[in-house]
């Protein structure tokens, strides 16, 4: 069990930064953790589609097709 630190960042902001970083090492099991976590805390799903597509410009065309298809 991990303990969560205050980060000063609001909920849905901590989801989408833990969204890209899932995306970004390419674990998709973490990633699909992420996704369900943001929709607990209420992202709305075009944030997440967005960060999905700019993704793509940071980390490269495989690893966002990888994240599309969690």
């Known amino acids: 069990m991990s303990v969560e630190k205050p980060t000063g960042l609001d909920p849905q902001t901590l ?6 970083a899932a995306t970004a090492t390419g674990d998709e099991t ?4 992420r996704m369900v976590a943001a929709r607990a805390v ?3 799903p ?3 589609d967005e960060l ?3 993704s793509f410009l ?3 065309y495989p690893l966002a097709l990888v ?3 969690v």
Request: no cysteine.
């Open 58 to 60: 940071n980390v490269g």
């Open 42 to 44: 209420h992202v709305p």
């Open 15 to 20: 989801a989408l930064v833990r969204i890209a």
């Open 52 to 54: 999905l597509l700019q």
């Open 30 to 33: 973490k990633l699909r953790d």
């Open 46 to 48: 075009q944030w997440v």
């Open 67 to 69: 994240a599309f298809g």
